[in-house]
């Protein structure tokens, strides 16, 4: 590694190669990730999680598993109190406070495959992982429903039965799975695609895509006895989670400290104090130790938060020498479990390159029977790109333009 600060051609930055900070630690060990931190009398915990997609829990019998030798805690739906409704910053997006809650651990229902039920701190995460098969769930196993369109339909299995949707800015009267569904619009479409030579309507179908780091998640946790809770996680948005351990443990923010330990990756995907949570509550439930909790890949895969998965309609329409008359553009985004898929992140991105004097973008934010969606490099955009462009590409084929020469046409001005 090079410090030198004069680079090609006289330049200051350009061309130079500086340090970096972190490099030496990294290549010689000496960096500490969250599964590095090891505190005196730490107990390991592991995490009881639905092998349902959705069901209605009728009960929880944790005794034989608080009974059995060297487990020290066991905390369920019972352990955690109610939370206010309001939204939490979660880094690149919000959430309802309560969902977040209910999507750490699991109330009245569990709405996925590996939605967490129970948590058990034990002497070694061995005795943990026995304790968590002593742990007694009687289900009302419900339909589930793990598509957008069809958790739309009026005949669809209701994952949340108080949601209603938030039409334009007035609220439904009738439970649904759809959120939220809003509209941006301008000009005449109509009169837009009668003025066009060619119109091409395509329809984009994307698959819900975890962001795959490669260090799992991991944090250890401490609920002191003067009520202070220290956090070691390997997490992208330390105040973050400072602000959901707080909130949901019902303790001030200013006696919660939060350490980002180095982080093997998360690309959006560790907001979320999956670990935090519970560890604080088993830390508090077994003296006061510390408690670590790690997931493994197959708890990643199944229980954290992926891109949303979508449906998305584009509609453009062109004259011959290129000038696009009018745009119309649907995006239908699963949300996962609960509300707050980045549909709104989509309609912002779609069409917004180009200047279109007739436009119709619709969203909606669509809870299905999978994981509680998070961010992905460019929450949402990706998705609508992809849609935009590939009908971008296509008119400009359709007549015989240059797809650059197009773009340059149409594009947004100042």
Known sequence: MSSSTNGANGYKVIGTRPIRHDGVDKVTGRAQYSNDIHLPGMLHGKVLRSPHAHARIVSIDASAAEAYPGVTAV?????????????QDMGEGAANLQHIRDNLIAHDKVLYHGHAVAAVAATSPHIAEEALALIKVEYEVLPPVIDAKAAMADDAPILLENLRTNEMGKQGDKPTNVAAHFQHAHGDLEKGFAA???????????EMVHQGYIEPH????????????LCWTSTQGAFQIRGQVAELLGVPESRVRVTPTEIGGGFGGKFTAYGDVPGAMLSKKSGHRPVKIAMSRT?????????????????MGATKD??????????????GAYPGSPVGAGAGVILSPYRLENVQIDGYDVVVN???????RAPGGTNAAFASESVINELAEKLGMDPLEFRRINGATE
């Open 218 to 229: 991991c944090s250890t946790t401490i609920w002191r006895e003067d009520d202070h809770i």
């Open 196 to 206: 066009a030579d060619v119109v091409i309507e395509r329809e984009f179908k994307t």
């Open 370 to 376: 999978r994981p509680q969606t998070g961010a992905y």
């Open 75 to 87: 905390v369920t739906r019972d352990d955690f109190g109610a939370v206010s409704d309001k939204i």
């Open 299 to 315: 708890e990643v895969l199944q229980a954290t938060g992926p891109t949303s998965g979508s449906y998305i309609k584009v509609k």
């Open 322 to 335: 290129g000038k696009i008359t009018a745009a119309q553009a649907e995006l239908i985004y699963e949300a």
